[in-house]
């Protein structure tokens, strides 16, 4: 069975549809660049785009990088503050010509999505779901069920904004080493270790590739941490499980 995914990052708003039986993309994904400031006219303008590029007539599952309640968008840290409040499914069911549209928050359907198919499958007991990138999005399992729309990336860590330290974004703006970045990542799990004791950190976003050179940095966590295994399309196939309504 296929449905439509996309995934509304904070540099590329990317969608394919999506082979549900295998977790995999059914066809090679069409990406288009983020809109600076990502307005919802301007996002949604994209996410049509990214559609009608397969001429795709089905349900849509998109994802979004803040807090999602039935369909309405609840926070906006790396996106313009007019999606606060928002009915996001009304605006892009319009947009896609009445498609149905399930939205979601983009860490809990990459999360669903490895929890079904990639580094979760089978994993009970609490697995937290980290994606590092733009900002840290959170996604916890208790045995298998997603507590939704966690912000663990807004942690307070130090005094500050713990996203804002320890994202991919904190460390390219910082010109930060590996080891740099990895003390600031470590310091950071530490303290959601402290606060959830998970059994399983998974950690994902596109800096899930180059896991070998910052994981074995990552020192004292009692619970096993490995690197998520669809990497950058797992928004896109939680989008389109979600879609499906899962
Ligand atoms: C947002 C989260 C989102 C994460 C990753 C955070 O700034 O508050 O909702 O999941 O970024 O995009």
């Known amino acids: 069975m296929q449905i439509f995914g996309v995934d509304i990052g904070g540099s590329g708003i990317k969608g394919a549809p999506v082979d549900l039986d295998r977790g995999d993309l059914a066809q090679e994904r069409h990406k288009v660049l983020t809109p600076h400031p990502a307005t919802p006219d301007g996002v949604a303008g994209c996410v049509a785009e990214v559609v009608r590029h397969f001429d795709w007539q089905g349900p849509v599952g998109v994802t979004f990088p803040g807090v999602v309640t039935d369909g309405t968008t609840r926070s906006a840290a790396n996106v313009d503050d007019g999606w606060i409040g928002l009915d996001a499914r009304a605006l892009l069911t319009d947009r896609l010509g009445g498609l149905p ?27 937290i ?19 939704p729309n966690t912000e ?5 860590l130090r005094g500050h904004d713990a996203e804002t330290k320890a994202s991919v974004k904190a460390k390219e703006d910082g010109d930060l080493s590996w080891e740099h970045w990895a003390k600031r990542v470590q310091r950071y799990l530490a303290h ?5 004791s998970p059994d399983l950190f998974i950690l994902g976003g596109g800096v899930s590739r180059k896991a070998d050179r910052f994981v074995p940095l990552l020192h004292g966590i009692r619970a096993e941490i490995v690197p998520a295994r669809l990497q950058n399309n797992a928004g896109i196939v939680g989008a389109a499980m979600a879609a499906r309504g899962e």
Do not use: C, K, Q, W
């Not at 979601?104 to 580094?119: F, H, I, K, P, T």
């Not at 959601?192 to 959830?196: D, I, K, N």
């Open 192 to 196: 959601v270790e402290m606060l959830f």
């Open 129 to 147: 779901v980290l994606t590092l990138g733009t900002g840290i999005g959170s996604a916890v399992f208790t045995d298998g069920r997603l507590v």
């Open 101 to 127: 549209v399930t939205v979601l928050n983009d860490a809990d359907a990459a999360g669903v999505a490895e929890m079904a198919y990639g580094a979760g499958r089978g994993r009970g007991g609490t697995v």
């Open 152 to 156: 663990l990336g807004h942690l307070e």
